[in-house]
Protein backbone atom coordinates (compact mmCIF):
# COMPACT_ATOMS: atom_id res chain seq x y z
CA UNK A 1 0.00 0.00 0.00
CA UNK A 2 1.60 3.23 -1.63
CA UNK A 3 1.79 6.90 0.74
CA UNK A 4 -0.82 8.19 -1.40
CA UNK A 5 -2.97 5.03 -1.15
CA UNK A 6 -2.55 5.49 2.47
CA UNK A 7 -3.90 9.19 2.57
CA UNK A 8 -6.70 8.50 0.25
CA UNK A 9 -7.98 5.77 2.78
CA UNK A 10 -7.21 8.24 5.58
CA UNK A 11 -9.58 10.96 3.81
CA UNK A 12 -12.32 8.38 2.81
CA UNK A 13 -12.45 7.57 6.45
CA UNK A 14 -12.57 10.74 7.78
CA UNK A 15 -15.62 11.70 5.28
CA UNK A 16 -17.29 8.54 6.40
CA UNK A 17 -17.03 9.61 9.56
CA UNK A 18 -17.62 13.54 9.16
CA UNK A 19 -21.30 11.32 7.71
CA UNK A 20 -21.93 9.90 10.95
CA UNK A 21 -20.82 12.40 13.59
CA UNK A 22 -21.05 16.16 12.71
CA UNK A 23 -19.36 16.85 15.95
CA UNK A 24 -15.80 18.72 14.85
CA UNK A 25 -13.84 18.20 17.71
CA UNK A 26 -14.78 14.39 17.57
CA UNK A 27 -13.61 14.64 13.83
CA UNK A 28 -10.46 16.37 15.07
CA UNK A 29 -9.68 13.85 17.49
CA UNK A 30 -10.59 11.03 14.92
CA UNK A 31 -8.37 12.66 11.76
CA UNK A 32 -5.14 12.97 15.01
CA UNK A 33 -5.82 8.81 15.88
CA UNK A 34 -5.49 8.06 12.48
CA UNK A 35 -2.81 10.01 11.24
CA UNK A 36 -0.54 8.74 14.07
CA UNK A 37 -1.89 5.73 13.18
CA UNK A 38 -0.43 5.63 9.60
CA UNK A 39 2.81 7.24 11.03
CA UNK A 40 2.96 4.26 12.87
CA UNK A 41 2.67 2.23 9.73
CA UNK A 42 4.91 3.83 7.80
CA UNK A 43 7.81 3.51 10.36
CA UNK A 44 7.19 -0.38 10.50
CA UNK A 45 5.41 0.21 13.99
CA UNK A 46 8.10 0.70 15.76
CA UNK A 47 8.45 3.86 18.43
CA UNK A 48 11.37 5.63 18.69
CA UNK A 49 12.76 7.08 21.71
CA UNK A 50 15.80 9.33 22.77
CA UNK A 51 19.24 7.28 24.19
CA UNK A 52 18.33 8.70 27.69
CA UNK A 53 14.34 7.61 27.40
CA UNK A 54 15.11 4.11 27.36
CA UNK A 55 15.56 2.44 31.48
CA UNK A 56 18.20 -0.04 31.64
CA UNK A 57 16.12 -3.39 32.12
CA UNK A 58 18.70 -5.89 33.12
CA UNK A 59 20.24 -6.22 36.95
CA UNK A 60 24.08 -5.65 37.61
CA UNK A 61 25.12 -9.29 38.83
CA UNK A 62 26.19 -9.68 42.39
CA UNK A 63 29.01 -11.37 43.59
CA UNK A 64 27.47 -14.54 43.91
CA UNK A 65 25.56 -14.03 40.27
CA UNK A 66 29.25 -13.62 39.00
CA UNK A 67 31.01 -16.61 40.94
CA UNK A 68 28.14 -18.87 39.19
CA UNK A 69 28.58 -17.18 35.91
CA UNK A 70 32.50 -18.21 36.35
CA UNK A 71 31.98 -21.63 36.97
CA UNK A 72 29.42 -22.40 34.51
CA UNK A 73 32.24 -21.18 32.22
CA UNK A 74 34.92 -23.66 33.99
CA UNK A 75 32.28 -26.10 33.50
CA UNK A 76 31.97 -25.78 30.00
CA UNK A 77 35.11 -25.33 28.99
CA UNK A 78 36.68 -28.42 31.08
CA UNK A 79 33.83 -30.40 28.95
CA UNK A 80 31.25 -31.09 31.87
CA UNK A 81 28.79 -28.93 30.76
CA UNK A 82 26.57 -31.96 29.80
CA UNK A 83 25.79 -33.15 32.84
CA UNK A 84 22.34 -31.48 32.96
CA UNK A 85 21.26 -33.05 29.71
CA UNK A 86 22.74 -36.62 31.06
CA UNK A 87 21.02 -35.96 33.82
CA UNK A 88 17.58 -35.72 31.94
CA UNK A 89 18.24 -39.10 30.21
CA UNK A 90 18.62 -40.80 33.27
CA UNK A 91 15.70 -39.44 34.71
CA UNK A 92 13.55 -40.37 31.57
CA UNK A 93 14.54 -43.49 31.47
CA UNK A 94 14.04 -44.21 35.52
CA UNK A 95 10.38 -42.80 34.51
CA UNK A 96 10.29 -45.29 31.27
CA UNK A 97 11.82 -48.38 33.70
CA UNK A 98 8.97 -47.57 35.93
CA UNK A 99 6.05 -47.55 33.39
CA UNK A 100 7.31 -51.02 31.65
CA UNK A 101 6.41 -54.49 34.05
CA UNK A 102 9.40 -56.08 34.95
CA UNK A 103 11.40 -52.88 33.97
CA UNK A 104 13.26 -52.77 36.83
CA UNK A 105 15.44 -55.59 35.65
CA UNK A 106 18.97 -54.91 34.54
CA UNK A 107 19.08 -55.50 30.81
CA UNK A 108 20.25 -52.27 29.79
CA UNK A 109 19.27 -49.59 27.22
CA UNK A 110 18.37 -51.94 24.58
CA UNK A 111 16.80 -54.34 26.41
CA UNK A 112 14.40 -51.80 27.71
CA UNK A 113 13.72 -50.16 24.68
CA UNK A 114 12.54 -53.61 22.69
CA UNK A 115 10.70 -54.14 26.14
CA UNK A 116 9.32 -51.04 25.69
CA UNK A 117 8.26 -51.56 22.30
CA UNK A 118 7.07 -55.49 22.93
CA UNK A 119 5.08 -53.53 25.89
CA UNK A 120 3.75 -51.21 23.20
CA UNK A 121 2.46 -53.80 20.87
CA UNK A 122 0.81 -56.23 23.35
CA UNK A 123 -0.99 -53.08 24.66
CA UNK A 124 -2.17 -52.01 21.31
CA UNK A 125 -3.55 -55.88 20.77
CA UNK A 126 -5.70 -56.18 23.90
CA UNK A 127 -7.14 -52.64 22.69
CA UNK A 128 -8.38 -53.98 19.61
CA UNK A 129 -9.43 -57.29 20.99
CA UNK A 130 -11.73 -55.32 23.68
CA UNK A 131 -13.29 -53.41 20.61
CA UNK A 132 -13.78 -56.30 19.20
CA UNK A 133 -15.63 -57.92 22.34
CA UNK A 134 -17.49 -54.35 22.29
CA UNK A 135 -18.99 -54.50 19.25
CA UNK A 136 -20.02 -57.93 19.43
CA UNK A 137 -22.17 -57.63 22.52
CA UNK A 138 -23.69 -54.29 21.15
CA UNK A 139 -24.52 -55.73 17.90
CA UNK A 140 -26.95 -58.37 19.24
CA UNK A 141 -27.70 -60.46 15.83
Known amino acids: ?3 QDLHQTLG ?3 E ?3 KCNNNSSRNLFWKKLLEAQAK ?7 KHHSHSATKKTRRTPTRNNTLKMIKRRRARRAGQGGSRRS ?3 EKKVRTLKKLIPNGNSSV ?3 GLFSDTA ?3 SNLQMRVSIMQAVVNA ?3 PE
Open 16 to 18: IKS
Open 1 to 3: MGD
Open 137 to 139: LSN
Open 40 to 46: MAEKGGQ
Open 12 to 14: DLL
Open 87 to 89: TMI
Open 108 to 110: GLD
Open 118 to 120: EYI
